[in-house]
């Protein structure tokens, strides 16, 4: 079977794709688009994911594709593969290779092997497609295991027995893929994810894959309905122990998606926010502080990440002062400016009081960019000592200046010395 739909890519990448081809037959390989990429193509879907696989040397091969493009290049040897960075796509390069699991849950170990042997080392049907890009058979669909029929039923069916248990990330997989496509788990599939489930098999993953599994589970559109599956088929037990949602976190979830459009639609010149980040909160939102902190160590999150999910665990008991209808301007600054915008939209999207939503969108159109006219030079100058005190009158000053209006850099500088008057008494 011929796809002729190669040519629905981008057209700078059907270029990338052609000279790829010559450099392969140049070197006596062979080269496929393999995965996600044939997947989407076929159900004409945009794809994000651009994978090639090589029956030869991929790193070789990778080299080559680099050096003709001038393109940076970035190769993994453990599993002979490499990543080409041609304009603006990431494009995964890999030799052909089977797998061999040495226990459960662990990464595998790989030696090289033949296209058919690649293809079935991959999670489930519908991704173990493959689109010839050589010269005697360019656009041929491979297909040895019926990735084709399933995804025209839309069926997610498990490649062999022990997958679930070979790598028990395709549990959650599954469910990602099921959900996205509104396709359905296959039944000797479900069986045997059930089956896995029954063994703990998550348990046997490292953190760090699991948390990579649920990013992007929160990165897909209205992540609510993949969340309600997990708890349905496996629970929400690897992210925290007892940990489950309810019809009050449902209600905060498709909160959040308005308030993630509010923001976009509103909001466009601001930094663009992480959205998962946000759906991540409404997940452990009622979990205690020190368990936040713990699952933040545990799956390895970045510094920026677990500081703004412990942000709002550190600030929301003092966030409900915005519920007052009287609160001065200066105290919802003070209140939120020191937060990410993941945490507002957060706080945001759980507050059932209109007025502490009204007096967040008040900071956001109003106060993010609250600026003095004087600085630590202008203080220093006026003889304003000691340094130590300087912030302290910063924000007196912002204060001030929301609640007195405080217009001009004199205004400043006579509320600065009344200030540190103040502070030294």
Known sequence: MVIRKLNKLPKDFISFIRV??????????????????????????????????????GIEFSMKIARKFNSNFRKHHRFGTATVYYRNYKIDIATCRREYYPHRGALPRVSRASLG???????????????????TDYGRLIDPYGGYIDLKNGIIRIMHDDSFFD???????????EKRFSFRIEKHTLALLKMAVSKKALSSVDD????????????????LKYIKRIQELTGLSFISKGLRVNKDDYYIFARIEKAIELYKNKFSTYR??????????????????????????????RRGEEKRLVDYFEHRKAARYLNRNNIKISRVYFLLYRLSFETIIFLYASSRNKTARDNILFFLNKLTDVRLSINGHDLARLGFAPKKLYSKVFDG????????????????????????????K
């Not at 081809?21 to 990429?37: C, E, Q, T, W």
């Not at 690649?118 to 173990?128: C, K, S």
């Open 117 to 135: 042997e690649d293809l079935l080392r991959r999670d489930f049907t519908i991704n173990a497609m493959a689109l010839s890009l050589n010269k």
């Open 272 to 301: 663009r926010i992480e959205e998962w980040i946000i759906y991540l909160m409404a997940l452990l939102s009622k979990l205690p502080r020190n368990d936040v902190i713990r699952f933040c160590k545990s799956f390895r999150l």
């Open 397 to 424: 000053l912002k204060m001030a200046k929301l609640d007195k209006g405080l217009v001009t850099k004199n205004d400043e500088i006579a509320e600065a010395k009344k200030i540190f008057r103040r502070l030294k």
């Open 167 to 177: 790598d028990p990330t395709r549990i959650l997989r599954a469910i990602r893929f």
């Open 20 to 57: 790829s081809s010559g450099i392969a037959y140049r070197l006596n390989m062979k080269v496929y688009l393999v995965g996600g990429i044939v997947r989407d193509l076929i159900i004409g879907r945009e794809s994000f994911d651009y994978d090639i696989v090589v029956e030869g040397d």
């Open 208 to 223: 760090q894959r699991l948390r990579d599994e649920l990013i992007l589970i929160l990165k897909e559109p209205s992540p």
